[in-house]
Nanobody, 122 residues
Framework: QVHLVESGGGLVQPGGSLRLTCQVSGTISGITALAWHRQAPVKELEVVAVISDGGSTFYHDSVVGRFTISRADDKSTLYLQMNRLQSEDTAMYYC????????????????WGQGTQVTVSS
């Protein structure tokens, strides 16, 4: 069983940066991708960024050029570097894992962390 623990959220001004971290533990064989999702108040959960087991990355259109997903070489840690943050980025951010091939589909993820809050405000 894979266990995920996020950290790094907080309050940041518009235009600022944050780096989220997700500690990955347990048996990761069979995991096809890790991803960051987010959910803002009264909005649906959305996939923000995905990194496949092979290292391919995918991004939500709204974060392209601003966010970067990466991981440690041993796959024990997942990162999300967020630059040029906007108020629209305010949300609870979740790290998630899947063993499905549908790695860009949010509903394919069945292992979740507890989340870390990101608030972008002046």
């Amino acid at each position: 069983q894979v266990h995920l623990v996020e950290s790094g959220g907080g309050l940041v001004q518009p235009g600022g940066s944050l780096r989220l971290t997700c500690q990955v533990s347990g048996t990761i064989s069979g995991i096809t991708a890790l991803a960051w999702h987010r959910q803002a108040p009264v909005k649906e959960l959305e996939v923000v960024a995905v990194i496949s087991d092979g290292g391919s990355t995918f991004y939500h259109d709204s974060v392209v050029g601003r966010f970067t997903i990466s991981r440690a070489d041993d796959k024990s840690t997942l990162y999300l570097q967020m630059n040029r943050l906007q108020s629209e980025d305010t949300a609870m951010y979740y790290c998630a894992a899947t063993s499905s091939n549908m790695i860009t589909i949010g509903s394919a993820y069945d292992i979740w962390g507890q989340g870390t809050q990101v608030t972008v405000s002046s």
